[in-house]
């Protein structure tokens, strides 16, 4: 009976190399997918441990067809490898790896010569193993087998099943020791549709020779899993990491058994990972070291403030222009002492400092732990704290929660930068640590208004201010900061606007970030050669005007994500020549999308020769699913082609 | 088209290092003088330079600098990079971080740098590295110092003196120094130092160079500004004879350099398996024209072969992989598939030549009074037949037989053979002959609904501007083409193929599309864009003084027609007035004329190459601004 069920898994075990079959020579064209360039036919990986060693060993065989000559640099090789020093690293063997050519009826197979395969050295931490396999022309098939052996037990190495090109089979094979318990996560839209396991009785002992004989073997559990038919994977405009949507499989140890019974525990659950967290000597040892840290520096900038809230900012301010950031995520800090001291260090250096400042003053402050953007959103079912590489701060005052971060001097109290709004963040309270859906309060917000008249020599001159708050002040205020001089700076933005001079100006709040930044421009536009014409077609929209459509794909696949929501307006109010009258205006608009997502709206009014109107753009959200994408679209291609018309103006006849 | 990373960047790179801290707050920000920091994003604040050849083997190099960084612009300005490699080692290297006030905020050891490999794209082979720092500090501005040793191991390239080589960069003070032995002959170039003669001081067995200069404003970032090199003051020092890896070689002229080259890189290197000569001879039997076997051979190369950038640099990074080897392992960088190719048109009896070349979309020429290894970052072959001379680029296997474009071509490359090497001009493209030429004809209908088809022809520089292989729609291909076409709101593609001449090279695409409310209806009235299919995408940044002169140099000639079928029940209300503009810098021309219910815009634009004066600058930004309101004027239609 064993037998017999072992008979059946082996369909599932590694192909053979250079087996080539009729079908695969033939291969011209991929019908699901005419574009590729390249796709792989066959793809096995397997994972174990060796008995010798203890490393993990993730062994990767994989056959490609080369469809196009575009496609040949699916024929190249750069294979990263993780090192700490010279004995603590991960070392790669390529097994075999060639190229077959169907040449006069047979396959023809070019060996890669060894001494073609390069080591790069490309900084402390990582090298990379690169080779280009031989005499690689269309219809090519490269085939490859390498394994990688790691003392990096901790990351049994992720598997993806999806990639830049199509797959027609992808198949993993997972062999885990009973002493190593991980959590295995799929990720991606795409279904499982090989699977299976079973216990491959005494398969792992560690030591060698024949210390099992002390110690026993023990029992590994090998699953299997496997995807056909795998499409290749496309990025969109407006979207988060790949990482979020590629179709992969990924572990995280969980536990560990010794030899002599004893068990260590790495992460089970939310409880196990608070506990490990919050004692641990690099987090909540951290932000509870404040005492030590600050002592009585902060006491003279605090003191006097008695009110709460206002406390608390005072000390947002000074964390947050205390540190320049290096630029670098993580959760953990070594040392908050010694990043204040030097002024500078990573995300978990300086919000942990912060938290641990704002503890000192007996608030009621918190880590959350997340995920960035570019990083892909944490796994949810289990806690898979590699998954999180960074960390903000929850201060609640007065019953009212405020997320802050200090690594940007430009964010204000209770702003996010728009890196880590990614959905959801774990809050490691001082009890129950729980999932927090991270607020976005702010947008990507900008008000214009502009007074204008229209001189009989063909000039518009007038005035504008323009109101920018939250993220697109943050833009501006960073722009400015690479100028050495307002004037240099306006000098800049006299430059980039089309027919647009300022002919004075004045900028306020540049400085106080907890409000709006606003611009007031005196300008003139040269707008027509000459006014002696009997009719003026004149377009109002001057400013906030999208000129094409982001969104021109026919479909969609994934979410679109603003980051943070949109709200722009721009009002104009326009004096015509008295001798001028008015024919045709664009008549008012407003579209909504559904769910109360956003809207757009256009309105006017007319009172002599005096025409005033407003447009105004907004989404409600900053994350629309992708069945909402056509109502995005669509709202878009309004709003254009409104913006398209004009005002029509015709000379009084006297 | 790809470069390989040029062995010889290492001096283009380095621009930094030290001095003793003989004093405190040197560096304070409010010693600067006011007339130098308009513009200004940094401030070198001291530098100098010293080249001290031993040998022609050893080269020290001392960097001592310091920069004060002014705005956020100017932060990547006191980010530390050495780069080294094989030939050039790191001796020694230490920094100090200053506030404005000059007080020290960190002081930086050498183990505090990332050693970090600077290869970017995927590349078998590099040895080139840098030492890194990127200093961290919160409060602008700041001074960064540092000083570091290295030793060099070639004299095939001595000196590259630029202290002003970035926008934005101001100069206290820099200097430059060169000490040779007295038998060692160089010879230099120098730009800005004319009227400053540098005489140079002679010791005991020793000679030495000095130049200096300080006291210079910012320069700023203007559209169509010339190359900085050709603004600021260098010095370019090469020597005589030289050293690399195992071989002498000589620099005193192009003939010899190209001999050289020719000598110790090619010959011998050449050599192919008989099978293989055999497979051409018997490819070009019966084909009597030597041209047209070039273009066989030229063709099955490039089917043969692709391109993967491996610079070995036993022999810094010079030394082609030879013929046999390409041959097997059918891939190589610009210098192995350009030998390999050489190699297979000789054994079919065509001469070609290995051509030294800068590559790059600002034409750059190897100077004729000046000769130096270190102009030149790219090989070509040149294939000279009876009535025309051909040039191949042998690193991309879907660009035509003879074509250079954009990368290559109107510049001068040293040609290398055995009978000495000479400077010539490579493919000259006139703007005149790049050329587009569209004919589109449009349908609008009651809704503004745009259908009709376009149809395109690419030559000279133009054939670059769309795919060289396409090969069916794709959806990367569909995003591309509504992304170049974003004139259109919406763009609906019903039919499309994009077809090649390569022997006239000229590419021809042909589509037929759908775009909603193309047209934007108002009242009675329907608006109609004069001209979604080639405008003018938009206009540079106007400066109202511009500071320095500018020069086109990629002109260009398109011939456009555009005719629209209005829909019933309309009349033409207004359509834009015809327009013709002659200037120096091209001339321009639009015009519409009627046909039944038709209307036909047709335009023209001629670009020309050429340097023009800081004082025009307004008039040719009033040229394209010309332009700019017709392309984007619109036709009105009323019920």
Known sequence: MLFVLHHAYSQYEDFKFGDINQDEINLKVYARDTSAKAIVLKEFGNSWFDNETGNLISKKHVRIKILDKEGDKYANFEIPLWKRDNLYKENITVEQASTFNYENGKLVETVLDRKNIFSENKHNYLDLCKFALPNVKENSIVEVIYSIESPYFFNYRQWDFQSTIPKLESIFKASIPANYVYNIALKGELPITIKNS?????????????????????????????????????????????????????????????????????TKSWKDVEKELKGGKYFGKQFNRGKEVFGKNLDFIVKAETDALNKAKIIYDHIKHHYKWNGYYGKYSDNIKKAYENKTGDVGDIN????????????????????????????????????????????????IDYMLDATDPYLTFGMLPIRCINEKGRVITNKESYWLNIPQKNEIKQDIALVLKLETNGQLTGEMK??????????????????????????????????????????????????????????????????????????????????????????????????????????????????????????????????????????????????????????????????????????????????KSDIVLIKKST | MKLFPYYFSILFLISVVSTNIYCQEKYKIDDIKKEILPNADAVIRFSEKKYEVKSQTEVRIKLKHSVSVMNANGVKEGVIIIPYNSLTTVKSIRATIYDKNGKIIRKIKKNEFDDLSMINNFSLFEDDRMKRYIPQVNILPYTVEYECELLQKTTIFLTWWQPQNRWGLAIENSSCKLIIPSDFLVRMKTRGFEDKEVSPIVMDKKIEYVWNIGNLPALRDEPFSLPIDSLTSWVHIAPVNFRIGKMNGSLSSWEDYGKWCFDNLIKGNDKLPDATIFKIRQMVKGIDSPKEQARIIYEYAQKKNRYVSVQKRKTGGIHPMSAEEVDNLSYGDCKALCNYTRALLQSAGIKAYYCEVYAGNIPKSPPEDFVNATSTNHIILCVPFENDTVWLECTDDKIPFGYLGSFTGNRKALLCS??????????????????????????????????????????????????????????????????????????????????????AIISTENMTITSPRFASISGNRLYIPINPVNPIQSLPRDFRSRTQNFYIAKGFFDFDSISYKIPDGYIIEYVPQNKIIETEFGSFSYKTSFEDDKIIVSRYFLLNDGYYDKSSYSQFFDFLKNIHDSDYSKIVLIK
């Open chain 2, 418 to 503: 055995e009978d000495g090497g000479k400077l010539v001009n490579t493919t000259t493209y006139k703007p005149k002959n790049n050329r587009m030429n569209s004919i589109s004809e449009f349908v609008i209908d009651k809704e503004g609904t745009l259908t009709g088809n376009i149809s395109i022809e690419l030559m000279g520089t133009q054939y670059e501007k769309r795919e060289l292989n396409f090969n069916g729609l794709t959806k990367n291909y569909i995003e591309m083409l509504q992304k170049h076409y974003n004139h259109f709101p919406e763009i609906q593609i019903n039919s499309y193929s994009l077809t090649y001449n390569k022997e």
């Open chain 1, 198 to 266: 079973y216990i491959e009785k005494e398969c792992f002992g560690i030591g060698g020779g024949d210390s099992y004989r002390r110690f026993g073997k023990s029992d590994c559990s090998v699953n299997l899993w496997g995807m056909r038919d795998i499409p290749a994977f496309y990025e969109e405009d407006y979207m988060t990491a790949p990482s979020n949507f590629i179709s992969s499989i990924r572990f995280e140890l969980s536990e560990m058994i010794y030899f002599n019974g004893s068990k260590i525990k790495i």
């Open chain 1, 466 to 643: 323009i109101s920018s708050y939250d993220y697109e002040a943050i833009s501006i205020r960073k722009k400015m900061v690479s100028f050495n001089s307002d004037d240099e700076y306006i000098e800049d933005v006299d430059s980039r606007v089309q027919r647009m001079r300022i002919k004075d100006y004045k900028i306020e709040n540049k400085n106080d970030f907890t409000k709006p930044l606003v611009e007031y421009y005196n300008v003139i536009f040269e707008n027509f050669d000459t006014l002696n014409m009997d009719r003026i077609y004149f377009n109002p929209f001057i400013f906030n005007k999208w000129n094409e459509n982001p969104f021109k794909s026919k479909e969609r696949l994934f979410p679109v994500d603003f980051g943070a929501p949109i709200n722009t307006s721009f009002t104009l109010s326009l004096e015509i020549p008295s001798d001028y009258e008015i024919v045709d205006i664009p008549s008012s608009k407003s579209l909504a999308l559904p769910n109360q997502g956003g809207n757009f709206s256009y309105d006017y009014q007319i009172n002599g020769n005096h025409i005033s109107l407003r447009t105004s753009f907004k989404t409600n959200y900053y994350l629309y699913s992708s069945d909402e994408y056509h109502y995005i679209k669509e709202l878009f291609n309004q709003v254009i082609q409104l913006q």
């Open chain 1, 352 to 399: 942990l400092s912060l938290i641990a400042a704002l503890r000192l003053y007996g608030f009621d402050a918190v880590p959350v732990i997340c995920s960035t953007r570019e990083n892909g959103l944490p796994i949810e079912i289990f806690p898979v704290l590699s998954n999180f590489n960074y960390v903000f701060c929850k201060v609640t005052i007065n019953e």
